[in-house]
């Protein structure tokens, strides 16, 4: 191979590996519980993860379609814009790997190199995807801290506060448990050119900052979530007060009414 082009596309909050596995009459190279990486044809591969990444190295805009279209019915959570990528390997015979933002130029293209660029390719999407619904529920924060400022109080229920945290939550959860950046792929152990490969395309991608700045986002809402919830309990709180007043109110009527119907 002198050329390799890589599409990553997030199509999918999930993907049924296990199920694609069994029915998929692909070349399986490898697979884990969490990607599968398949030879399709002659210099052409797929690789699927399963938070809903799917990248396709050297497939025509039809193929992907259509094998989009395959793995939609292993998919939950099919989304209608898929955040897309581009990349490409080309070969440079004799020479050090070169990192450009649009092209990797390296000495050898191997299968196992491109499943690292592939790994990396898919995680930069899922990143672009998750800031993306980071910064809808911060611009959601904001609404309410805009509220805050100019009326004194949120207007939320108890029912809409506990579905947003578990929400945000669920999203904080699904980043921290499908991307895999700190963590070097097992096969880079094997090959001290993949490790300098894989730890060049982390810079490349910014990877670790973009995932710093989602969790930063994210600590902004914890904390906003967490105020949010005190004003919530103390208004609780309050209720709770008044109910008490009022039934402490409603007895002692009814102890006067009663002495005082006690005369007559």
């Known amino acids: 191979m002198e050329f390799v082009k890589l599409t990553a596309l997030h199509i999918a909050d999930s993907i049924n590996l296990k199920k694609f596995k069994s029915e998929y009459t692909g070349s399986l190279i490898n697979s884990s519980s969490s990607e599968l990486y398949y030879r399709v044809e002659e210099n ?3 690789f ?40 490409q390997i080309a070969l440079n015979e ?22 690292v660029v592939s790994i990396n390719l898919a995680e930069s999407v899922a990143l672009d995807f998750y800031f993306q619904v980071s910064e809808t529920i911060l611009n959601e924060v904001k609404y309410f801290t805009e509220e805050m400022e100019k009326k004194g109080k949120v207007k939320i229920s108890k029912h809409n506060m506990l579905k947003f ?16 950046i700190f963590d070097v792929p097992e096969m880079v152990w094997e090959e001290p050119e993949l490790e300098k490969l894989n730890t060049g395309l982390i810079k490349l991608f910014d990877l670790r900052v ?12 914890e904390d906003s979530l967490t105020v949010f919830r005190e004003l919530n309990l103390h208004k ?29």
């Open 165 to 180: 945290i578990g929400k945000t939550l669920n999203t904080k959860n699904r980043i921290i448990e499908n991307l895999y």
């Open 236 to 264: 609780e709180s309050n209720r709770l007060e008044w109910i008490i007043i009022v039934l402490i109110l409603i007895e002692v009527f009814d102890l006067i009414l009663s002495k005082f119907l006690k005369l007559f």
């Open 210 to 221: 973009r995932y710093k700045e989602i969790e930063y986002t994210f600590k902004i809402i």
């Open 48 to 87: 699927l993860l399963n938070y809903g990444v799917v990248v396709f190295s050297n497939f025509s805009d039809i193929d992907m379609t259509r094998t989009i279209a395959l793995i939609a019915d292993y998919s939950q959570g099919v989304f209608e814009n898929k955040i897309r990528e581009d990349y």
């Open 44 to 46: 052409q591969y797929l």
């Open 94 to 115: 004799g020479k050090k790997n070169e990192f450009g933002y649009q092209t990797l130029l390296v000495s050898e293209i191997t299968e196992n190199l491109i499943k």
